[in-house]
């Protein structure tokens, strides 16, 4: 059983940056693939980013794609997502995900609660 718990949304202007953590429980965090996800009003769910177990692999939706980076630190049990440039449309709640055998938008067996990122024009 894995509990995520993100933090580090907010408010920021159009062009700001955020960066967004996820603090996962267990001792078998290095061995989940993790991902961000985020979710509009009104709008579904859609992948953010992915990052494999060992942080050797990344995987970017095309949204985001030179803007956000996602990274881990598996001392810390924690997984990141740097959002640079961030725009309006980025406006969303954010949540982090893991799974043992997930990779980019499928597989996720643990979700956290999310946290919103707003972003004004």
């Known amino acids: 059983q894995v509990q995520l718990v993100e933090s580090g949304g907010g408010l920021v202007q159009a062009g700001g940056s955020l960066r967004l953590s996820c603090a996962a429980s267990g001792r078998t965090f290095s061995s989940y693939a993790m991902g961000w996800f985020r979710q509009a009003p009104g709008k579904e769910r859609e992948f953010v980013a992915a990052?494999?177990?060992?942080?050797?692999?990344?995987y970017y939706a095309d949204s985001v794609k030179g803007r956000f980076t996602i990274s881990r630190d598996n001392a810390k049990n924690t997984v990141y997502l740097q959002m640079n440039s961030l725009k309006p449309e980025d406006t969303a709640v954010y949540y982090c995900?893991?799974?043992?055998?997930?990779?980019?938008?499928?597989?996720?067996?643990?979700w956290g609660q999310g946290t919103q990122v707003t972003v004004s024009s």
């Open positions: 990052i494999s177990w060992s942080g050797g692999s990344t």
């Open positions: 995900a893991a799974g043992v055998g997930a990779w980019v938008d499928s597989r996720y067996d643990y």
